[in-house]
Each structure stands twice: as structure tokens, then as C-alpha cells.
């Protein structure tokens, strides 16, 4: 399926003030909208991925699958700023009639939201089902049902915060240190940056996997090897792999996006925002996340007025809310077999 395009030919005011003189939207949507509209599946996307949810997030999306084209509207819409048919750095700006860059304004979560509010308001959805989200999408997810807690029903944080930590910034910023190390990323093209990028990418693998994961699926087969690991290949090959798909400018400003949430930004309180959310809420976390620790999700599920807590452990790590789709499955069914009537469970699966 190919992606849609919403624009918005309004001046789009971002949270910074700097006000975009248009925006445009990538999305996917699946399945229809039923006469109650009351099915609305509303998927928000993580770092690197893109709008076409049934491509990357098989086992938990398509045909066959919990949420299906066939019982569910499903929705995704690429995030401001990414590298998939929305608005982003190298979108042009209508000042120079050049793709922006590095003169693209910074991106907030919250910014990311309001777009996709309007695209909401675009396909004539006045509710959301569940609205459901990971790592960066989880952060979108959380402040939508912030920003419009009536409009949203059920809601599902995968290994998401409340605010990023400092150890999260800085894997960021080295990424972005390598990302700047290349003198190409200052060039004024689209091209530019590729070989930061893959480096930032093999920094961030590290935060997304874990010492299990590289130990059980990297590990030599003999003791006589030097030289060219197969970790090392591994990295390289994953690096290679992402700048055929993605810019750099994209990457730069994303990472930015997800330093700057916090939902207790001019909220008084992160456990006052948290307070504001009324749609009833799995949080789940992965025992061996480093990215997003486990505390980071407990914390939620503490805070979060009609919550349940569940968690998993896999070899993956942070990555595992991707590939972990059998036990996601589990969870989730559990949590819609459960009637919380304003308490809070707690579920457990184990992968």
C-alpha cells in the first residue's frame, strides 16, 4: 500500500513559536472506518520507522493478525520531521526555495501530536480505540492522551518515559557528535552525512540491543579469529543498511525530539501531566531495556490514574517491543479480557 499524503495549507505553529508555512503529512491507513467510528486503532511510530505499520510490525499488525485491517480503522501517520513523505529537513523551504537542513526549526513530541491531530480531524475521527505506541511513538502516544484525554480510550506505552533520561541524551548526542564529525553534513545536500550517520547507528545498536544479545548472536565459532569480528561486520552492515533508507538531517533532529520530552514541561508536574490521562492504559516494559529501563515504565504505571503494568524479558533488549510480537499479543489480549472498572491490575507475561 502506498503512502498517503495530508496536506495542511495552513501556517503550522510549532511549540518553539517558529510558525511552518505549510504541512504535510505521510500516512497509511487500513481497513474502515465503522458507522459507529468507534474502531480507530491509531499507531504512532518509533525513531527510524515509517507509516507502514503492517510492513514493520508483522505479527501484531495485518490480516491475520490482533489488530486487523478486517475489525479495526488503523492508522499511522510518519512523524514531523522524519524521512518517510512528512514534513523535515529536507523539505524545501519556500524562503530559499532550498531543501532546509539544518535551518529546519526543532521539533517537539508535543508538535508531533498536534499534526497528528489534524490528520484525525482530516479522516473524521472523533475518538480513538486504542492508540498504541513504542520508544519515541510511546512518547507520542503518552502526550496525546495528555493533550485530549477524553478523545482517547484505551492506550498502550511500550517501552516508553515520562521525560528522557540524561543516560538516553547521551547516547543521543554522541550520535549526533559522529553525525557532526562529518564534514559532509554541513554541505547542503541530501546526501549529506552518511558516514556519520552509519556510525551514529552503530552507537545507537548498543542501546538497543545489550551484551546478551551481541554474546548469543555475534559470538565467534572458533578462539584462533583477530580480526574481523563478526560484531564488527554486524555493525557496519546495520550502519550500511540504515543510510540506504535514511538521512541524516532526519536522524539529527529526531534525536533532538526525544531529549526535549517531558511531559511535566509547563504542566507543574511530570506526576501532575501523567494525572491528566483518562484513558485506560497498558504499560509495558522489557526487563533487559538499557535504552528504557524497566523503572521508567514502572514509574508510569504508578502515576498513570487507570493503569495495569506488564513486562517481558527478551534477549533483544530494547528492540524486543519490535520483534517480541507473540508475547505483545498475549499481553494485550489479557489486558482487553480484563475488566479494570477504575483499578489497577497487574499482568505478567514472559517471553
Known sequence: MNTQLYKYQQTFELESGYKLPELELGYHTYGTLNKNKDNVVWVCHAFTA??????????????EDYFNPAEHFIVCANMLGSAYGSSGPLSINPTTGQPYYLAFPQVSVRDMVKAQQLLAKHLGVESIHTLIGGSLGGQQAMEWAIIEPDFIKNLILIAANARHSPWGIAFNESQRLAISADRTF?????????????AARSIALLSYRGYKTYSI?????????????????????????????????????????????NVGRNRNSIEKALSLIKARTLVIGIKSDVLFPIEEQQYLFRHIPKSAFAEFDSYYGHDGFLIETEALTNIITSFFKTDVKGKIIQLQQIA
Open 50 to 63: 515509517n507509516s507502514d505499520v503492517l510492513d514493520w510490525w508483522k505479527g501484531l499488525f495485518g490480516k
Open 186 to 198: 554541513y554541505a547542503g545536500s541530501p546526501n549529506g552525512g552518511k558516514k556519520g550517520l552509519k
Open 217 to 261: 548472536s555475534q559470538q565467534e565459532d572458533n578462539d584462533t579469529v583477530i580480526d574481523s569480528f563478526k560484531a564488527a561486520s554486524y555493525q557496519n552492515y546495520q550502519g550500511d543498511k540504515l543510510v540506504n533508507r535514511f538521512n541524516a538531517y532526519s536522524y539529527w533532529y529526531l534525536t533532538k525530539t526525544m531529549d526535549s520530552h
